[in-house]
């Protein structure tokens, strides 16, 4: 049972949830810790200043009113979001920006809000040392990745950049994506820093103790062995980046995305390279092959010039609706075809449409075409083998990766247009995540752009072969194609959503459980008599 009194403990002891620093310095250590936690992410890439970011963050929260709370983790939040997301506003302005980077702090604000109160109630219930190093860290972790949930599923189908496991895929504790995914790794991250943070105070253990503790728990993380790959055969995969101006305000002529990728293709591939597929980017030809004959032509020549599929981004058109579709051309025909399901908000299509055409007229009246979801399979048959497919913003979403490894796929394909965020950080961000993605299905991915970055990564998440980005190029790549399903594709959501409900779980028995106890009478006694005593020094000043 929990041992808990029904008073707060003394203040300004470090162990216990009272200690807190002054406000205006948490708000410093807030601000600092979204500067750092954001350089460990790409194109910086420190990635040991994530863990040190986290920590920031949380000292800054502990000890914190609601209130307080909410103001750290907006600065927080702020700091973090509006730099790691600059490159919103490359060709679109300021205004996307400082509206996408507001909302993902206001969310930053309000999940730092349970995190305070863990710290303020779980150890007050479950007071001896294992409920302050090993449940409160948890708990703690548990509420960070719910506060990630909510921001990669609200609102609009959310907005998964930023989760605190997505600065580690070139770090030792990438493989754990494997295990547990990314939303689990972000688990184990924050975990591991709030219970190093606990250790730090624990002043009735030794402080030898203390530290051997700490790095045996680090130590015991990083020895998690790597998820063996299997392997099914190999495909040799062209893949081409034609370079050319896919950004939606550069200057263009119909056909000259199109002819970017055959020149590309033509230099890049040899008809004697004897390949298995040409793949090309989102978007890569303007030329629809089922709506225009030339385009057709194009696709016709390629396939037979080359004796393989070609795998392309393409617009196509049903009816009256518009799909981000990536094709399989064989044989003067469409084989198979995928729309993509995670759309853009405000970039391929526009949400309560009337409602935000009369906050900004302007900038909604840029995007004159709505693009519809798909709701067709990603996985489609590329000759004898299977192919799962990623268009741009769908390699954030678990759902849809998880769906590719059951539906069969023995090789991803992501497909992406990076054009809009001209040479920002953004390429090497969503290249970080397609990385992870690799090891967490142990599948090789090969991620194609327009200008880049394009790399074909193995199934352990190395770099098997890339293209200098904003440069015309291509990759013919010899891939072992992937087989199995791991832990993470596996049992990885339902990892996430235990996590999120023991530790929601855990703070409102805790809540329950003080209230009982008559805690919450003897809190507002010592707050009522601190503001006497905060009352008469200044009267005592004064005098």
Request: one cysteine or more; a neutral charge.
């Amino acid at each position: 049972m929990p041992r808990f009194s029904g008073v707060p403990s003394p203040s300004g002891d470090p162990r216990t949830s009272d200690f807190r620093l002054p406000l205006w310095i948490a708000l410093v250590t807030g601000v600092g810790g979204g500067a750092v936690m954001e350089f460990g992410f790409p194109d910086r890439g420190i990635w040991p200043l994530t863990f040190v970011g986290i920590g920031l963050i949380l000292l800054a929260l502990k000890g914190r009113s609601v209130g307080g709370s909410l103001l750290v983790g907006l600065a927080s939040g702020m700091t973090f979001f509006f730099v790691l997301i600059d490159w919103v506003a490359t060709y679109l302005g300021p205004v996307p920006w400082i509206a996408l980077a507001g909302l993902e702090a206001l969310i930053f604000a309000l999940g730092a809000i349970p995190i305070t109160l863990a710290y303020r109630w779980v150890p007050r219930v479950w007071q001896g040392t294992l409920g302050r190093t090993l449940l409160l860290p948890v708990v703690v972790a548990g509420l960070w990745v719910g506060r990630e949930f909510v921001a990669g599923h609200y609102p609009y189908g959310g907005f998964s950049w930023g989760r605190v496991a997505e600065s580690q895929s070139q770090s030792p504790f990438a493989s754990l994506t494997a295990w547990l995914g990314i939303s689990g790794l972000s688990f184990v991250m924050v975990a591991l820093v709030a219970a190093v943070m606990q250790l730090l105070v624990e002043q009735p253990i030794h402080l030898t103790t203390r530290a051997l503790v700490a790095a045996t728990a680090i130590v015991a993380v990083l020895a998690v062995p790597a998820w063996p790959s299997a392997s099914a055969g190999s495909s040799t995969i062209a893949a081409v980046q034609g370079n050319s101006k896919a950004g939606f305000f550069q200057q263009r002529t119909y056909g000259d995305l199109s002819n970017a990728q055959v020149d590309a293709t033509y230099k890049g591939v040899l008809p004697s390279d004897d390949i298995d597929m040409l793949v090309w980017p989102e978007g890569a030809s303007d030329r629809d092959p089922t709506r225009d004959r030339f385009g057709a032509y194009i696709f016709d020549v390629l396939s037979k010039a080359y004796g393989a599929p070609i795998v392309s981004g393409v617009i196509t058109e049903r009816g009256s609706k518009d799909y981000n579709s990536s094709i399989v051309w064989d044989d003067g025909t469409v084989q198979a075809q995928y729309d993509k399901r995670h759309l853009v908000p405000f970039g391929e299509y526009v949400p309560d449409r009337p409602f935000f055409n009369a906050l900004a007229p302007s900038l909604v009246g840029l995007l004159t075409r709505d693009l519809t979801p798909g709701t067709n399979a990603n996985v489609l048959d590329v000759g004898s083998i299977k192919a799962g497919i990623s268009i741009c913003f769908d390699i954030v979403d678990d759902a849809l990766t998880r769906e590719m490894v059951d539906g069969g796929a023995q090789v991803i394909l992501a497909q992406t247009n990076n054009a809009d965020f001209g040479q920002t950080d953004e390429n090497t961000q969503q290249l970080a995540i397609a990385r992870l993605r690799a090891i967490e299905t142990s599948r090789p991915l090969v991620n194609i752009s327009t200008v880049g970055s394009s790399a074909v990564i193995s199934a352990d998440g190395k770099t098997i072969d890339s293209i200098p980005a904003f440069q015309p190029g291509a990759m013919v790549t010899k891939v072992p194609l992937g087989t199995g399903t791991t832990p993470a594709v596996w049992g990885g959501a339902a990892l996430e959503q235990l996590a999120m409900f023991f530790a929601a779980a855990a703070l409102v028995l805790s809540r329950v459980l003080l209230r009982g106890s008559g805690y919450g009478d003897a809190a507002r006694q010592a707050k009522q008599s601190d503001r006497l005593a905060r009352r008469s020094r200044r009267l005592g000043r004064a005098a």
